[in-house]
């Protein structure tokens, strides 16, 4: 008889609120015998809707090589693992190392993707990223700390392109991201916010002009779990997309003429 597959799933928890965990990666828990999840990120209230038998492990006192192990061995004996990631581990989720070590050991890794910080962050503030008639593009970025970023990809050069930028991973380094951004040319009177645990109970909004974001963030102590969003997207805007317009055709609306 062939071995059962050794399946683990990657769970997205969302950005903190625990009813914007997915209804897929709700059954994933409900149906998990280990959860490894991680504990300085992702609200505790989640794991409410694991089983009382569920084993779960906070993973923030784990090395890569420990948590790879963990789950491998528990998936080795049948047991249904769910890594539990903050927001969607495709945006910064450190995921592609475990899965290259996990499918080295002979396991099968699936995704469940989950609501980011980005789409919550813009939700708490009702706005739009991309503005009609304005900005398209939105840049999702980090500025280089302890882990580097590649030169091509420096905030200053990407500043440059004008439009719409969200900053991750970089609340601690409010200032140097607002002088990389006025240097690549996004105007100091552009307006901004800052973001901070987005959907948590104790969110916290702060907005200003981009250049007086950086003291209106350390007057409230901010220095994690924060994004920086600069854009026009944060104006008022009166202009009105085209999509909805009398006089704009698309193919769903002429069928129904």
């Known amino acids: 008889m062939e071995p059962a597959e050794r399946i683990i799933l990657f769970a997205g928890a969302g950005p903190g609120d625990p009813e914007l965990l997915t209804l897929k990666g709700k059954k994933a828990l409900e149906e998990a015998d280990l959860v490894l999840y991680a504990g300085s990120l992702v609200n505790r209230e989640i794991l409410a809707f694991c089983r009382p038998c569920c084993e779960k492990e906070d993973s923030s006192g784990l090395s890569l090589e420990e948590q790879v192990t963990l789950m491998a061995e528990a998936a080795g004996r049948g047991k249904n693992v769910v890594r539990l990631h903050t927001g969607d581990p495709s945006l910064f989720g450190a995921v592609a190392e475990q899965k290259?070590?996990?499918?080295?050991?002979?396991?099968?890794?699936?995704?469940?993707?989950?609501?980011?910080s980005l789409q919550a962050a813009a939700a708490a503030m009702g706005i739009q990223y991309t503005v009609p008639g304005g900005n398209q593009t939105v840049?999702?970025?980090?500025?280089?700390?302890?882990?580097?970023?590649?030169?091509?990809?420096?905030?200053?050069?990407l500043a440059a392109a004008g439009t719409t930028m969200v900053i991750f991973l970089s609340a601690d380094q409010a200032s140097e991201v607002v002088s990389d951004l006025t240097a690549g040319g996004i105007s100091p009177d552009t307006p901004s916010a800052c973001v901070y645990r987005a959907s948590w109970e104790d969110e916290m909004i702060l907005t200003a002009p981009l250049s007086e974001l950086p003291a209106?963030?350390?007057?409230?102590?901010?220095?994690?779990?924060?994004?920086?969003i600069a854009g026009q997207c944060l104006a008022d805007h009166s202009a009105r997309s085209l999509l909805y317009s009398p006089s704009f055709g698309h193919g769903y609306r002429e069928s129904l003429s």
């Open 139 to 157: 840049i999702c970025t980090r500025r280089s700390g302890r882990t580097p970023v590649p030169p091509r990809e420096d905030l200053k050069l």
């Open 100 to 116: 290259r070590m996990l499918e080295e050991l002979g396991c099968s890794v699936r995704f469940i993707p989950g609501v980011s």
């Open 216 to 228: 209106l963030m350390a007057e409230h102590g901010i220095t994690r779990h924060a994004l920086i």
